[in-house]
Nanobody, 118 residues
Framework: QVQLVESGGGLVQAGGSLRLSCAAS????????MGWFRQAPGKEREFVAAINWSGTSTSYADFGKGRFTISRDNGKNMVYLQMRSLKPEDTAVYYC???????????WGQGTQVTVSS
């Protein structure tokens, strides 16, 4: 089992920045690919970004390329999502997730709300 707790969400004006954090506990954190997802009201959950176990490989949804940066600190069992140039359409609940040997995101946090005002 892996427990994930997100933090860092809040209200920000368009063009601003936020850094989301995800604290992991439980099994060996470095064994997992970590991802960020988001879900806006009335919409399906969508992929935002992912990072491999060592932090040497990342992937992003098109809307996040050039604006979002995912990173991890295995020594602290943390994963981060730095978001810049935020837009109102980035408003959503952001979730941290872990993918292990099953190759599926089996573990999820409770989410943190990000609201971007115009």
């Amino acid at each position: 089992q892996v427990q994930l707790v997100e933090s860092g969400g809040g209200l920000v004006q368009a063009g601003g920045s936020l850094r989301l954090s995800c604290a992991a506990s439980g099994r060996t954190f470095s064994n997992y690919v970590m991802g960020w997802f988001r879900q806006a009201p009335g919409k399906e959950r969508e992929f935002v970004a992912a990072i491999n176990w060592s932090g040497t490989s990342t992937s992003y949804a098109d809307f996040g390329k050039g604006r979002f940066t995912i990173s991890r600190d295995n020594g602290k069992n943390m994963v981060y999502l730095q978001m810049r140039s935020l837009k109102p359409e980035d408003t959503a609940v952001y979730y941290c997730a872990a993918k292990g040997a099953s190759m599926q995101y089996d573990y999820w946090g409770q989410g943190t709300q990000v609201t971007v005002s115009s």
